[in-house]
């Protein structure tokens, strides 16, 4: 675990300060997104009509969205918080970039690198990440993206 205390996240700006568990993304996966999202998309669930399309993969591939929307939890998984945090909010993004598709059965990850951060107030601290999401195996990164997040320590 990658604790700073948080009165020092600011020494840390340009360091990787964590690395996620891989995620494995499977056709049931990206269905259920399908599902959740109402975008039924055939590239996305439906493997035949993938594999006969004129595309690169020949398979599926997850959703953007869905790669972005697992950032969440690849954050979790990082290893990183601030000394004697309570709690962390999902404050948005500043950018997203979608670089690479994602195929069935893939496994993906994130690298965390600390871009800023700011004391707001009352123990509370905005912190921003960019995140290059990895897929194994794969040199480009599926995404890049820069999060926000507001971590509410104890003073």
Same mark, same amino acid.
């Given at each position: 675990m990658n604790i700073i205390p948080a @009165? $020092? +996240? $600011? @020494?840390h700006i340009g360091e990787e300060i964590g690395v996620s568990e891989w995620i494995e993304i499977t056709q049931e996966r990206i269905n259920q997104f399908a599902d959740a999202t109402n975008d039924h998309q055939f590239i996305h669930v439906d493997p035949e009509a993938a594999k006969a399309a004129p595309t690169p993969w020949d398979t599926t591939i997850a959703h953007g969205f869905l790669t972005l929307s697992l950032v969440s939890y690849m954050s979790v998984t990082s290893g990183f918080m601030p000394a004697q945090m309570q709690t962390a909010v999902n404050y948005g993004s500043d950018k997203v970039r979608f670089m690479e598709a994602v195929p069935v059965n893939s &496994?993906?990850?994130? &690298?965390?690198? +600390?871009?800023?951060a700011q004391y707001k107030k009352n123990g509370r601290w905005l912190v921003k990440t960019t995140v290059t999401i990895e897929i194994e195996g794969v040199e480009k990164p599926a995404a890049i993206v820069e999060t926000l997040t507001l971590y509410i320590v104890k003073e």
């Open positions: @009165n $020092e +996240l $600011e @020494n &496994k993906i990850r994130g &690298k965390f690198v +600390l871009t800023e």
